[in-house]
């Protein structure tokens, strides 16, 4: 069936880095694709959308990449903080109602 | 706003006994969402409400299972009788509007079941 997965299970990278978490979807009717964070114990919390039209959107230190040729999502977090420590799931929307989550990526910052 | 409320935060019971979670959304949203999160599959939708209509219920996984809303600020989950495998942790989330891809999550209730 269509789902949305990512490579990477843990990301490991040092503060002031920049990150790239990478998500890959096997559905190309999706008009939405969307980033979410969730830190330990709490629930995912939604930090950037990019539309299908679209192939890249900024936000504040996040940029997110959308290349539909290979179907292929990214997240890029510049200078990252020990706050950016987290589970990032990439989710896609399409133009329905509901969201579908891929299974998440770990980001660890260590100093 | 105090966001997504959800309550218990932490739900132990044993098997065969029936829970019941509980979620009250931001005011205003009018969509409502249930989801299920554990480790094997990750963030599954069970169902989700507009207006406080079940729309989608594809995403739950029995009969053993069911949710209601009542009202356009509260919503239950609930699993009669409870099993093992329903041990996970389960969030409601709300949204507002068409397409929004935007929800704001609750921080769940852990369920347990020895």
């Known amino acids: 069936g269509e789902s949305v997965g990512l490579h990477l299970p843990t990301l490991s990278v040092q503060e002031g880095d920049n990150s790239i978490i990478n998500c890959a979807y096997s559905?190309?009717?999706?008009?939405?694709f969307i980033w979410y964070k969730q830190e330990s114990g709490k629930g995912p919390q939604f930090i950037i959308d990019i539309r299908s039209n679209m192939d890249k959107r900024q936000g504040q230190r996040v940029t997110v990449l959308l290349n539909k040729t290979v179907k292929h999502l990214s997240l890029q977090i510049a200078a990252t903080q020990p706050g950016d420590s987290a589970v990032y799931f990439c989710a896609e929307n399409k133009n329905t109602d509901k969201l579908i989550f891929g299974t998440g990526t770990r980001l660890q910052v260590f100093p | 706003d105090a966001g997504v409320i959800q309550s218990p935060r932490h739900e132990v019971t044993e098997m065969g006994q029936e829970v019941t979670l509980r979620c009250k959304p931001i005011?205003?949203?009018?969509?409502l969402f249930w989801y299920r999160q554990t480790m094997m599959r990750g963030l599954e939708l069970l169902i989700y409400?507009?207006?406080?209509?079940?729309?989608?219920d594809s995403g739950m996984p029995e009969d053993r299972f069911s949710a209601k809303m009542p009202n356009a600020s509260f919503s239950t989950l609930k699993i009669q009788p409870s099993e093992p495998r329903d041990s996970a942790v389960y969030f409601c989330?709300?949204?507002f509007g068409v397409g929004s891809t935007e929800a704001f999550f609750g921080q769940g209730t852990r369920l347990t079941v020895v």
């Open positions: 559905n190309s009717a999706s008009d939405y």
């Open positions: 005011s205003g949203h009018d969509y």
């Open positions: 409400f507009n207006n406080n209509v079940p729309i989608d």
């Open positions: 989330a709300s949204s």
